[in-house]
């Protein structure tokens, strides 16, 4: 199976430059929230944590720990997503790929996945609770449903 560094790989060689890390991690939340939504399977097995600034995968994070911004990711194999794999995040990419990484942070803090997952929590309060693959599944499959 694809993994989230595999993915992100796949994002940096389509990306052409540097990005920042916030912006690689919600791209590869987002790639993972469509691909449910439109082939109804996950496209990696990394969780998806529920962090204060938005959904995080901790296994490109831990490659990314301290750093900004990123310029590649020897970290995974972008040559490992199927054809259908490539097809959701080149979607994601056309989709999402000129907001900036602070603008999708704001918009997955709208979601119910990430809302669902921190709870009550308060703003800026750390997390580490998963978000459920059955909650993304649900909710990125009604945005489909509805465009």
Known sequence: MTTANDVAAYIMQKA???MTTMKLQKLCYYSQGWHLAWDERPLFADPIQAWANGPVIYSVFDNH????????WPYGDAGALTPEERETVD?????Y??????????????????KEARGDLPLGARCQTQLSLDTMQDYFGDLASAQ
């Not at 720990?65 to 590649?72: I, L, M, N, P």
């Not at 979607?91 to 989709?95: F, M, S």
């Not at 790929?97 to 990430?114: A, I, K, Y």
């Open 16 to 18: 052409e430059g540097s």
């Open 65 to 72: 720990r301290g750093k900004f911004t990123v310029d590649a």
């Open 91 to 95: 979607a994601v990419l056309e989709h």
């Open 97 to 114: 790929g000129d907001l900036t990484g602070q603008t999708l942070s704001d918009m997955t803090h709208e979601e119910r996945p990430w």
